[in-house]
């Protein structure tokens, strides 16, 4: 280790500006994410929580079971921006990117540590930061630097540099590049995510079932297939190319342009998906060679110090955190999604956003497309429903809820919403609040852009007096059926009906079954998703559909 390619690669002469930069950039990076976490819910009051749904993630993991306290949760978002504009300006350097590390970590993964998916928005500024660790970035453009040459200490050997910006420009790379994967993956590592109508259905996907308003560019695109499709093949280009300026580091000028992309990508999904990320900007800074900048100006960084080298025990102890933080990071981004879940070591994590292709075959073909999602439905606030129901599904913490499975879980979960309902509309006579399974369909281009919501059935009911409504329920195998039982409670039985929605048909099929009081039993039939809905009365002779379970290829959700 420290020989051969690996040292060319890792520890060459020179890089003390770009070093100096890459600290510029990572700390940059880090206060604008604090500063959008100002405003954050969670970190605003943490002590407002919902304890209910708190789950750890990364460093948090390390205190068990339970949250730390809100007064640890503030401190550490205090000291974060101290530690972080001491970076800034390099002064204890590697202590201060210890100590904002470690903060960082602690305030973004409790917001995490209580959401069903994680936001990829801060993953890479604390990748960034956790790539900067034990840098001598400190000794260029910061106040450390400044301090030892006063002093008259000789300086630190000129190879010990350039390893830093290195390992923040592939962080940066790998992401956008396991995102590209999982594309091509999804597509049979064929085109097929480009050449289809995918992204106009992911734009529907992404403002109209979450009740935002799209952005001007997604309307644009959405008009024309050669428009959006278009845009999906810069993206995947934009995506491939950063990767590219990692193996062309001696060539600065085609790095620095494969570097635009990166920030061409960043600025896109924002116009595009409304995502502005626009605090990873400043990580652009890394693929441009700085010190080659100020050699061309008749500046050179170096030409007072002598050429030293580390010793091999510092070069191993830095080879040794390189192939160890780069590995990991492979590991994870280019595992099977949810891998990252179930590590749970926050801010590693896979990157799939948008990848499945969300389109029917043949993909050459425009065809209707349905999928399935969650809608709520806030009850008695009459015309003000439309802006509640608007703000929970804008809400990424109550995005996934259709996910969940257990009845006693997303009683919970629809607590926190009710809850949160009247601290953002206090006054406001809400009595409760629904949860629906529904088929979203997409009709074909030429037809305008628009959803189709066909509601399935009510996963779950919650009102105000504390009143349960929710037909989930665990399916067994009964041979070479399935069977189910269904607690009565305020429901009619008697009448009972079943129905199936298989693979985003919107049209139910009557399902036969078998039924012995309050356990019904039944065949399912193939398909890719598969839902079943009972058909009831509330103990008022009220009609309600309710969704029993829902199918996969993988697993009952």
């Known amino acids: ?21 890459a600290r510029i950039a990572v700390a940059t990076s880090i206060l604008l994410m604090l500063g959008r976490l100002w405003t954050h819910a969670l970190i605003a009051a943490p002590d407002q929580a919902p304890l209910a749904s708190y ?31 001491a970076l800034l300006l390099g002064a204890w350097t590697r202590a201060a990117a210890a100590i904002s590390l470690i903060a960082s970590l602690l305030v973004v993964s409790f917001a995490v540590s209580f959401t069903p998916d994680w936001p990829h928005d801060n993953n890479l500024p604390l990748l960034a930061l ?38 923040v420009q592939l962080t940066a790379a790998l992401v956008f590049l396991a995102a590209a ?8 590592f064929t085109l097929a995510w480009v050449f289809s109508d995918n992204l106009r259905h992911q734009i529907l996907a992404q403002f109209d079932v979450n009740h935002i308003p799209r952005t001007t560019v997604a309307d644009w695109l959405i ?28 060539r600065p000028r085609l790095r620095a342009l494969l570097g635009c992309c990166f920030a061409l990508e960043v600025i896109g999904i924002g116009l595009v998906m409304g995502l502005w990320d626009l605090h990873w900007m400043p990580l652009v800074a890394v693929f441009f060679d700085w010190d080659r ?15 030293t080298a580390s010793s091999p025990r510092g070069r191993r102890r830095v080879s040794i955190f390189v192939a160890a933080f780069v590995g990991y990071d492979l590991l994870i981004s280019f595992a099977v999604p949810r891998i990252d ?85 206090p006054g406001l006579p809400i009595d409760g609040v629904q949860l629906w399974a529904t088929i979203y369909n997409v009709p074909a281009y030429p037809a305008p852009a628009r959803l ?41 039985l008697r009448d009972a009906r079943l129905a199936v929605y298989v693979d985003g048909q919107v049209a139910p099929q009557p399902l036969r079954f078998e039924r012995t009081g309050d356990r019904f039993v039944f065949a399912l039939p193939t398909g890719n998703i598969v839902m079943v809905a009972l058909h009831v009365a509330r103990a008022d002779g009220t009609p309600l559909e309710l969704l029993l379970a829902r199918r996969t290829r993988k697993a009952w959700w």
């Open 55 to 85: 789950d750890p993630v990364g460093i948090l993991m390390l205190l068990g079971d339970s949250p730390p306290p809100p007064a640890l949760v503030s401190a550490a978002y205090l000291v974060a921006w101290m530690a972080t504009f």
């Open 181 to 188: 994967a999982f594309k091509l993956a999804h597509a049979g």
């Open 341 to 425: 879940h179930r590590l749970r070591t926050y801010p590693f994590s896979t990157y799939p956003m948008f990848a499945i292709i969300r389109a029917r075959r043949p993909y050459d073909q425009h065809l209707d497309y349905q999928f399935v999602h969650g809608r709520f439905r806030v009850l008695g606030a009459g015309p003000a429903s439309a802006a509640a129901e608007a703000w929970i599904h804008s809400g990424f913490v109550y995005r996934k809820l259709h996910r969940i499975s257990d009845p006693a879980t997303l009683r919970e979960r629809l607590t926190q919403v009710l809850d949160g309902l009247h601290r953002r509309f």
């Open 452 to 492: 189709e919501p066909h509601d399935v059935g009510l996963m779950g009911e919650l009102t105000v007096d504390g009143g349960w409504t929710s037909g989930l329920t665990r399916l067994v195998p009964d041979g070479l059926r399935w069977a189910a039982t269904v607690l009565p409670v305020g429901l009619d």
């Open 293 to 307: 900048l100020l050699a061309l100006a008749q500046r050179p960084a170096n030409a007072a110090l002598p050429a």
């Open 1 to 21: 280790m420290g020989s051969g390619r690996w040292r060319r690669y890792w520890f060459p002469i020179g890089g003390r500006c770009n070093a100096g930069v």
């Open 223 to 250: 008009a024309e297939p050669w428009r959006y499709r278009t845009a999906a093949m810069l993206n995947l280009i934009n995506q491939l190319l950063p990767i590219v300026a990692c193996a062309v580091v001696r």
């Open 130 to 167: 956790l790539a900067v660790q034990g840098t001598q970035g400190g000794e260029a453009l910061g106040l450390d630097g400044w301090w030892r040459r006063r002093r008259g200490r000789p300086p630190p050997p000129l190879d010990g540099y350039e390893w830093t910006p290195r390992l």
